[in-house]
């Protein structure tokens, strides 16, 4: 296949590049609407017990789909005339409109219910509502109101939060952080490729290629919202990834190319020699990188599943793009893809000689790996101990639930929120609403002592329940939170005041699911300390298949790209240990707020969906690496025996020194571009994305100078000759199926 590409490139240059951007413009047209057809949310798994309760509560008890909380602050009190008007005008705004669920608030509700609406010093009440309508409205119905109700009058502020509003500013601050990212990236991305290439031209290829491979992926990711809900977060994904494999992949062609043209090859030979090596290279770097992102749509939560498809179809459209385009690039530009060398004219300006060839074995990566294969162990062991070390924190990584303080602090919804947890008495967010399902034909002495003994267990505020509040297991007074009985339901609601996500709130919870249900009835847990037990168990318990399936692809593709069972095995351990950096990184930053949490509000968790998000990505990419590496390695040692001699340990540590000195530049080079598409996400307002990009940066760096260039050569000297050992069995297969540069058998 990449023969007769390579072949149709030769011969049809512009005819290919003129039908790829054609194709291109198309699927542009129809992928860059995407956008407004992604979701913000996606991160409980749908079909866990508190998913079930958040619809029994918008369709049995008029709770709406997504919360909106309004918030009017008066500079005295809340029930002044002044304050009362403009929350009366609120409110009637909202129920006027046909967008929410019941509006209830600190100027409307019976008094008992109404002081839980009501701020510490009485300067703030609240209006609690829900918006209700498709998900595809939801959004903009949310928008329509805020703009119409929030701002100020007559010294009266009202803002507006709760998840409705975190929903509409996290789109809207995507959207500008995905802006801010394209701004970033590829100016700075050029300028790199400038360094390592020179020519405006060769420099623009690359870019030109990771345009297309993100229109592709985007497209996909249309195509995909028509079936399913998308996070609105793989957009930053694609467009990071898209730009960085995509540069990847056409920098890995081009340095190839150049060096059979420096060998003395014609351009046509150049070409088909690249395809058939650097070309298989990439195709088969594709297919490891896809395949391990792929195993996210094992899990139920829409966001990893959302990641799964932008990692896919990114990386396909990255590679297709790459071999396709590339060599009929170079054909079609043939001399002028070095012209306008800025190196050159650089050189010129300053006074500088032009630089002389070196001998291959003068070269500063053949010389640094020498030297690591000499200091091999105390070298290895100091970056495996460092390795550990940067790792540690994150045995100590709590998970939690995303909420309001994703958003910056100039956001109304995280506002909001921090009001809420700091000057009302009850947190709605802590609240945990429990649902009898089928309560038809229970007594209300049953409902009442189930109520009482929740009311009992340690730490609990309240239980509102349809005969009353519940405290230390007496009734105290009216109900102060939602509760009643509709289409054969009844809904109890708990209050705490214990923060969420800490241990003492998940052993509250597992005290509240110990109590015996009223008659024997089925009951079920709602609220955010329940989503994120949910969300944890969706993940824990598919988690052992997924770290299955990603080790069992690695391992058996690597097997047959080197005919070893040892290489696959090294690059597992070298993976997991290049990402312990990123993994330390998270918790020590974003969870425990170290260096201020990088400008972003740490809370003591970490989102459950990030460390399984960042590890498939992560481990995909690094593996990226790995078979740039690794390939050419093994050209070398396969050269080393074609003479028919016995290979000795003295030919594998040739090999892995001629291996980093002829893709050490290029993996250097593409591992700084890719840093900088994902250091570029640390600009995000989002703190999701922050953390993203920091954790994957960190991978990157880590994983293309310690891990590739230190414990790699160290690793392969150690084990010498076993390095390409397999057991014989193996060795068979390998025979008949192992992959080669040539596109040949693989003989031994």
């Keep these: 296949m990449l023969r007769r590409i390579a072949r149709l490139g030769i011969a049809a240059p512009r005819r290919v590049v003129g039908i790829a951007v054609l194709l291109m413009i198309v699927i542009g047209a129809f992928g860059t609407t995407v956008a407004d057809k992604l979701s913000p949310s996606g991160f409980q798994d749908p079909n866990a017990e508190s998913s079930r309760v958040a619809k029994l509560l918008t369709e049995k008890f008029g709770r709406g789909d ?19 008007a403009v929350a009366t005008d609120a409110i009637d705004v909202l129920e006027s409109s046909g967008h929410v669920a019941t509006v209830t608030s600190a100027w409307t509700a019976p008094p008992p219910a109404a002081s839980a609406l009501v701020s510490a010093d009485k300067r703030s009440g609240l209006i609690v509502t829900g918006i209700v309508g498709p998900e595809s409205r939801q959004q903009a119905y949310t928008k329509e109101l805020a703009d119409a109700i929030t701002g100020e009058r007559d010294g009266i502020a009202v803002r507006a939060g709760g998840a ?88 890995l062609m081009i340095s190839r190319y150049r060096e059979e043209l420096a060998e003395g090859n014609s351009r046509e030979q150049a070409i088909a020699t690249t395809m058939a090596t650097a070309g298989r290279t990439v195709l088969f770097s594709a297919v490891i990188v896809a395949l391990s992102m792929a195993v996210m749509v094992l899990f139920p939560m829409n966001f990893l599943r959302s990641f799964a498809y932008a990692g896919v179809a990114t990386v396909a459209f990255a590679a297709v793009a790459a071999i396709v385009v ?93 009001l809420l947890r700091s000057d009302f008495a009850i947190d709605s967010d802590s609240e945990v609403p429990i649902v009898i399902t089928d309560s038809v034909g229970l007594d209300r002495a049953d409902v009442d002592r189930y109520a009482a003994e929740l009311s009992r267990v340690p730490d609990v505020d309240s239980v509102s329940a349809p005969s009353g509040t519940f405290v230390g297991g007496d009734v105290v007074g009216p109900p102060v939170a939602a509760t009643g009985e509709s289409s054969g339901s009844t809904l109890l609601t708990v209050g705490t005041s214990l923060p969420l996500f800490s241990e003492s709130s998940e052993t509250q919870l597992g005290r509240m699911h110990a109590v015996p249900a009223p008659g024997d009835r089925t009951v079920e847990f709602g609220g955010l ?44 351990i070298l993976n997991m240990l290049s990402l312990s950096a990123a993994f330390g990184a998270m918790v020590w930053i974003f ?24 590890f498939c990505v ?53 591992a700084l571009i890719m840093a900088i598409s994902f250091a570029a996400l640390i600009a995000a307002q989002v703190a999701i994305m922050r953390l993203f990009g920091v954790g994957l940066t960190l991978a990157i760096l880590v994983d293309a100078t310690l891990v590739r260039v230190v414990l790699v050569p160290a690793f392969m000297h150690v084990m010498g000759r076993w390095n390409w050992w397999a057991p014989k069995p193996l060795a068979r297969i390998h025979e008949r199926l192992g992959i080669s540069e040539s596109g040949s058998p693989v003989h031994r």
């Design 66 to 84: 997504v919360p909106l909380v309004i918030v009017v602050t008066a500079p005295d009190r809340y029930d002044s005339p002044q304050a009362s």
């Design 164 to 251: 409705a509003m975190v929903n509409l500013q996290v789109t809207e601050q995507s959207k500008r952080d995905l802006l801010l990212l394209e701004a970033i990236v590829i100016p700075i991305s050029f300028l790199v490729l400038i360094w390592v290439f020179g020519g405006l031209f060769a420099a623009a290829l690359p870019i030109v290629v990771g345009v297309m491979a993100i229109l592709g992926a985007l497209a996909v990711l249309r195509t995909v919202t028509f079936f399913t809900e998308v996070s609105i977060f793989a957009l930053n994904l694609t467009t990071a990834m898209g730009l960085a494999l995509a540069i990847d992949y056409t920098l």
């Design 326 to 418: 590339t060599p009929a690039a170079i054909m079609l530009l043939g001399d002028r893809i070095d012209a306008l060398d800025v190196r050159r004219a650089l050189r010129r300006i300053l006074g500088r000689p032009e630089p002389t060839p070196q001998p291959i074995e003068r070269q500063f990566w053949y010389r640094s790996t020498k030297f690591v294969i000499r200091h091999a162990v105390p070298i290895g062991l100091a970056v495996v101990v460092l390795l550990g070390v940067l790792g540690a924190p994150f045995f100590g990584v709590r998970p939690g639930f995303p909420d309001d303080r994703v958003l910056p602090k100039s956001a109304s919804a995280h506002q909001v929120g921090d």
């Design 529 to 572: 300390a329940q989503t994120n037990r949910d969300s944890v168990d969706a993940i824990t318990s598919r988690l052992p298949l997924v770290l299955a399936l990603i080790a069992t692809i690695m391992l058996v593709l690597l097997f047959l790209l080197t005919g070893s069972v040892v290489l696959p095995i090294k690059a597992l």
């Design 591 to 614: 969870q425990d707020g170290n260096l201020g949490g990088l400008g972003t509000t740490a809370t003591g968790t970490l989102v459950a969906n990030m460390p399984v998000l960042l």
């Design 618 to 670: 992560a481990f995909g990419l690094s593996m990226d690496y790995e078979v740039f590496l690794v390939s050419r390695i093994r050209e070398f040692w396969l050269a080393s025996g074609a003479s028919g001699r016995e290979q000795t340990s003295a030919d594998n540590d040739e090999s892995v020194a001629l291996g980093l000195a002829h893709t050490g530049r290029v993996i250097t080079a593409a």
